[in-house]
């Protein structure tokens, strides 16, 4: 394995479901994999959970890890090709990728849509750069596409709270003061379509995902009736991709509330976080019994570390 | 032990110094209790001795650490309850902390008074939410209102540098171009008061410590008679606790300098650092034989490694 | 060994390109050298090639590392002596110095010229403070003047991808829209110099080193002379020393391209890096088959391992 950008790149899916559950109850039983290996963290946006988690699931592993802050800790990367440098761009993507490849053995990107060019965030040149030129396995930390290490902890915390084989999931888009990345709906479609799971996608007017993520999934105008029955609510937030980038609506009606969660099947609710309350979700529903949102941050561990273990394992058969 | 504000958390202080002393001829001796254990050291201000030393202390005792400078790693986090989170802070500290408290086993923090309002800042409303909702062992870093590590680093260096059974300690007041925080005199005052010294506040009128932290404590109006005979010279600036965060002094009169340490009995010179030369101190005393600041600046690796240690036998027992 | 700084610091230089060549095929095997034993990288500016190739040479001898980036973790440190602190410096490197050392058993630092006095920079005041008062081994992570690490790993690369015993190496000037210290080409000719190399340095005119570094080398103002039959083309940039820190050309007559790499011996392209592409080297030049800047960049990790490893065998020894 030597990406992890999609669910494909696990193979299997229940095989990695297994194998979740196997990390989750020895968290520290596979140390040996990780002896004098160094993973890079790379992150230019911030981050809380990811960093945290991904630091943790190396460390249950046994690496060294690395965090850098990159235009922060280091300088700003040129990305286009081509140029001149005689800007404010001290160093081009195409030296600083293979060089850090050459400090450490497994190497996370994170790196948002920056939602001026919606060919060019969805051509994802950045994390494309890592994986032609780093020379060693790349993981996704979110890109300007995908959140693919969100959707695989999502889809392990629904295999631990489901109570029938076959749930019903539904994904609401909610309120948000800013403009937010499509990474996490995208990611959490294209898991859940291919999972054991009855999906259902709602949002306003102007919030169709792309099409190569929806093609083949259910849609509902209303959200109430989207909610109906179901086994666990995912509300997240995102800017429009057709009108690339822009808010089309801040209408509360869509926040997730008591009565909303009312008329579900005693669903779970379920957000990636961080989560803005009030906005997305009311602060009964969060911090209520159905609220799930805890155990699936704890999950991100898991769903790395899975991640990790079967990098290590192809550089150690190597 | 589960958490580390004040000296009671410690229990019998005698046996605790006598931990710091073991701990300090064996630094590496306890290695298998930080074994997979990760410490996270969250900053929302700065620090360097409290950052290092934390760090230092988490590896002797084969820690895994993660350090956060939160508001510029992460983001703004929301303290207050039942808003609607439409602003600029991205996360409710009511999810981050016990996320956090997911990806660690203890988590330290460091949250300085904001001197807007006093009932606020000694209310401890971040330090309280960590305690309640992280689900963690928590150790201040230095909270609005005490520096316990630090405190308890002054009088393991006391203990060391005494030449009688009860030495006099005095606590001057000093001055200080900015606002500076109460935590570091309240939390002296409030160990010193339990140990075996003989304790005397000096300060300018108006820099009365909270009354909380001076009952039964000796106050001297004039410096130069608190200095008298004293075997241990604290200086430390403070703002005003009555005329809340303000400076009302900036008389270098009261700067320890090497006449004023001349009226001790050969007493050795004490500061927190970072320390303002000729403010504070003079270069003379800083620089000269009596001066204990390194010495002094070492035992918050001490510290903080029997506070961890405690901790750690605690996780273990469980 | 307990400074690097110079190349007389690593003894018979032949010696140190051996231990090299065993540090690269033997990353892992001195591990327990470095048990319990903390390196601390102190940044007064930014890096990304020393910090994690410093890293990870500290994790290959089985160090823990901790990276403070000073001036932003931490904050504004006085260098200067005698003076009153009212201003907004925080602490006095004279204290911050020996309590780092307290915490670490290696420091290393990095310290750029600021370019406002020549002498000042010069002279290294902050490295030098480092020297007398941190009590630790010290190592020069790029300071105003030198920048050993990265000498020694050029050095290193010259013995790997040399085919003759005694090569042409040509540094070369190359111009740059900012103004760049001259720690890399100072460092560069006071290696090479005593080195089994044949050294010619090219520059335009008023681009002279000081003269305590260029005292015996070979000075060709043509650079296409220079290139000719040159085994090595080593580009960089430097601001001038004698208008000090001034920027006297940007003449991209000077720019390293396919033309001028014709003129050599079938040489191999190096550079420290960043580099500014079509400034400094065209893209022809820096993506062909005679780069060797990412060999050179790995080389990084061997040469600061060489020198943590002599340093813990002295600390060890001790």
Not at 140 to 167: C, G, M, W
Not at 242 to 265: F, P, Q, V
Request: net charge neutral.
């Amino acid at each position: 394995m030597n990406r992890f950008l999609i669910p494909a790149d696990l193979g299997d899916l229940k095989k990695a479901l297994e194998e979740a559950k196997y990390v989750k109850n020895n968290p520290f039983a596979d140390q040996s994999l990780g002896r004098n290996k160094t993973l890079l963290l790379l992150f230019f946006n911030s981050s809380l959970r990811t960093r945290l988690s991904s630091q943790r699931a190396g460390f249950n592993l046994g690496m060294n890890v690395i965090v850098l802050d990159i235009n922060k800790d280091g300088w700003k990367l040129e990305t286009e090709h081509g140029v001149v440098m005689d800007g404010d761009k001290a160093e081009h993507l195409r030296e600083a990728v293979p060089v850090m490849g050459q400090y450490a053995d497994i190497i996370g990107v994170r790196s948002f849509a920056a939602f001026e060019n919606r060919d060019y965030d969805y051509s994802e040149p950045i994390l494309k750069q890592f994986i032609e030129f780093s020379g060693r396995p790349v993981i996704s930390l979110e890109s300007a596409t995908r959140h693919p290490l969100q959707s695989f902890a999502d889809l392990i915390t629904i295999e631990e709270y489901k109570k029938v084989n076959r749930p019903k999931v539904v994904l609401t888009w909610a309120p948000h003061p800013r403009a937010l990345p499509q990474a996490v709906p995208n990611s959490f479609v294209e898991w859940m379509k291919i999972a054991d799971v009855d999906l259902v996608v709602t949002h306003p007017e102007g919030y169709d995902l792309a099409p190569e993520f929806m093609k083949g999934v259910k849609y509902e105008p209303v959200q109430n009736k989207a909610l109906e029955g179901a086994d666990f609510v995912y509300a997240k937030n995102w800017a429009s991709y057709n009108s690339y980038g822009e808010i089309l609506s801040k209408d509360r009606s869509w926040t997730i509330d008591e009565a909303k969660m009312a008329l579900t099947n005693g669903g779970k609710f379920m957000h990636c976080l961080p989560v803005r309350r009030n906005m997305i979700v009311s602060d009964g529903v969060l911090d209520g019994p159905d609220s799930i949102v805890i155990p699936e941050a704890a999950n991100r561990v898991v769903s790395m570390q899975v991640v990790l273990k079967r990098m290590l394992e192809s550089l150690n058969a190597k």
